[in-house]
């Protein structure tokens, strides 16, 4: 089981090499790792089972919960993680989550865990609101597997729509200055006194001012998923800052 939560994690551990932050790159082998195995995997105190035990274990465990995610091999289908990687991925988060989902609160309150120098709670809420991708106000296992599946082994293209997603606060299909502003000052925010060099109060905005200067190429005011992605890909230091928002899913 180590070994598999050494393999995902290194995936995210990967990005954090270009991160402006200093703590980030101190912390993000650790912190990363800590995170999947809180969030995402379930303790590798248990007792190792059999295969053929697991798999009647997790048909078991999948009727128990309220809620009963689709078949196992159905989302192996729809996801890059093989049917043992879902089944340890599931057993992770029916120990945090017995009911077979979360609710904002919770996500809050794990999420938080990680970012005691600061103030998650904002970021939390953004990111909640990108799993729960029906927005039914709660995030089940098949909307946390689809997302982190995208993040751990998605394509550029896959991330960069999902991060999309995350801009868009209202969902209409636009990121306009105001929710890029709210993003950035709640990373920000999260990292609190992370950061080196102590950031001024103004650098959230003068960081937006320029990405949204490069990305709204016909300057309407709004930057579309096509500006979006094509100003990300043809722009090192916006993917190197991309990183950032990847160092703290």
Not at 103 to 118: H, R, S
Not at 230 to 242: A, K, L
Request: charged residues 25%; glycine residues 4%; aromatic residues 10%.
């Amino acid at each position: 089981m180590e070994k598999k939560l050494d393999s995902i994690s290194a995936r995210v551990d990967a990005t954090s090499s270009s991160s402006g932050s200093a703590c980030l790159q101190n912390g993000s082998r650790r912190g990363v790792k800590a995170r999947l195995k809180k969030l995402f995997l379930c303790s590798s105190t248990k007792a190792p089972s059999t295969t053929t035990q697991n798999s009647v274990e997790d048909e078991l465990e999948l009727s128990a919960v309220r809620h009963r995610p689709e078949a196992l091999e159905l989302l192996e289908a729809q996801t890059r993680f093989s049917r043992k990687e879902l089944q340890i991925l599931y057993r992770g988060f029916k120990n945090e989550c017995p009911s077979g989902v979360v609710n904002e609160d919770t996500f809050k309150e794990i999420y938080a865990q990680f970012f005691p120098q600061g103030d998650a709670s904002t970021y939390a809420h953004f990111l909640f609101n990108a799993f729960d991708t029906d927005h039914n106000g709660s995030v089940s296992f098949e909307d946390f597997v689809m997302g982190l599946s995208i993040l751990l082994r998605g394509t550029v293209q896959e991330k960069l729509n999902w991060a999309f997603n995350l801009y868009d606060i209202n969902k209409d299909g636009y990121i306009t200055k105001e929710e890029m502003l709210d993003i950035i000052k709640s990373i920000y925010d999260m990292m609190g006194k992370c950061t080196y060099p102590i950031l001024k109060e103004e650098t959230p905005r003068q960081h937006v001012e320029i990405f949204f200067q490069k990305m709204d190429k016909n300057r309407d005011g709004v930057v579309t998923i096509d500006e979006f992605i094509d100003c990300c890909q043809n722009d090192e230091n916006i993917m190197r800052s991309m990183q950032l928002f990847e160092n703290v899913i």
